[in-house]
T-cell receptor
Framework: GQSLEQPSEVTAVEGAIVQINCTYQ??????LSWYQQHDGGAPTFLSYNALDGLEETGRFSSFLSRSDSYGYLLLQELQMKDSASYFC???????????FGAGTRLFVKA | EAGVTQFPSHSVIEKGQTVTLRCDPI?????LYWYRRVMGKEIKFLLHFVKESKQDESGMPNNRFLAERTGGTYSTLKVQPAELEDSGVYFC??????????FGNGTRLTVT
């Protein structure tokens, strides 16, 4: 079967750093994406990793290890507005059939 | 540039009725996807268009769901007849290269 595992909830304080992990088991792998979704809004693309290593975009970084079938999203200098759900997604077999994780709900406290 | 737009934003229908959801992708995006999120669970893939062709429709739950993309522009997703378990948020996304996807705000469908 195909599955993605990520924590259901994470709580952190403003200004802190938080890491959201994602492990996957899929048939075929083309890349790992991360999306942010605020309540009632559209998922917003954050990052895409096709190769091993760290990709940095401002306060957000994403890491991939294909040998470990593992990736993470790192959020630095947390702000209240970062409170949202974060989904990891694998581009699996065929390259375009995206499989999403169940999402991690991030709560940022003052 | 305009983003992905979906219509309607909300729809409440009775079991057995028909509903048609519309998605207008970002202009120039050949790839168009439909997804569904039920009761706060994971976002599930429904199908993928490349221009007007269905590239992958393996996620469509059953034959009550019909998606079309005439002319390779906007797409419609029809549910006929609707059942209670079809309630959820239906997202459309488009992409130029298949990696970064832009999502619409979704259509919240409630079947009573």
């Amino acid at each position: 079967g195909q599955s993605l595992e990520q924590p259901s909830e994470v709580t952190a304080v403003e200004g802190a750093i938080v890491q959201i992990n994602c492990t996957y088991q899929t048939s075929g792998f083309y890349g790992l994406s991360w999306y942010q979704q605020h309540d009632g809004g559209a998922p917003t693309f954050l990052s895409y990793n096709a190769l091993d290593g760290l990709e940095e975009t401002g306060r957000f970084s994403s890491f991939l290890s294909r040998s470990d079938s593992y990736g993470y999203l790192l959020l630095q200098e947390l702000q209240m507005k970062d409170s949202a759900s974060y989904f990891c997604a694998v581009e699996g077999s065929g390259g375009f059939k995206t499989i999403f994780g169940a999402g991690t709900r991030l709560f940022v406290k003052a | 540039e305009a983003g992905v737009t979906q219509f309607p934003s909300h729809s409440v229908i009775e079991k057995g009725q028909t509903v048609t959801l519309r998605c207008d992708p970002i202009s120039g995006h050949d790839n168009l996807y439909w997804y569904r999120r039920v009761m706060g669970k994971e976002i599930k893939f429904l199908l993928h268009f490349v221009k007007e062709s269905k590239q992958d429709e393996s996620g469509m739950p059953n034959n009550r769901f019909l998606a079309e993309r005439t002319g390779g522009t906007y797409s419609t997703l029809k549910v006929q007849p609707a059942e209670l378990e079809d309630s959820g948020v239906y997202f459309c996304a488009s992409s130029q290269d298949g990696t970064e996807r832009s999502f619409g705000n979704g259509t919240r469908l409630t079947v009573t």
